[in-house]
């Protein structure tokens, strides 16, 4: 079955950086558009960035310069590099892929900014 399983969430401070890595299982990963979600207490999940499988990305505006989305076929990973971190950051973030009507989601990771 399918699996995705995110890690490298964690505490930061403002300023700081951290790595998302998202491991994929159970698929043809070359083929999906992989992305990252988040969600914030009382707020609804949105998408933070996204790359689909010939390599093109998008992100949302307030992240767009301090977040970086990456893909590695070959591993079936894909990652989140998150820099210059604000507290407005501060969520659970999910690995999410999708093909047409098929999609499947990670449990999710916690990252908080805060000093």
């Known amino acids: 079955q399918v699996q995705l399983v995110e890690s490298g969430g964690g505490l930061v401070q403002p300023g700081g950086s951290l790595r998302l890595s998202c491991a994929a299982s159970g698929m043809i990963f070359s083929i999906y558009t992989m992305g990252w979600y988040r969600q914030a207490p009382g707020k609804q999940r949105e998408l933070v960035a996204q790359?689909?499988?010939?390599?093109?990305?998008n992100y949302v505006d307030s992240v767009k310069g301090r977040f970086s989305i990456s893909r590695d076929n070959a591993k079936k990973m894909v990652y989140l590099q998150m820099n210059s971190l604000k507290p407005e950051d501060t969520a659970v973030y999910y690995c999410?892929?999708?093909?047409?009507?098929?999609?499947?989601w990670g449990q999710g990771t916690q990252v908080t900014v805060s000093s």
């Open positions: 790359i689909d499988n010939g390599g093109s990305t």
């Open positions: 999410k892929a999708a093909r047409m009507d098929l999609y499947y």
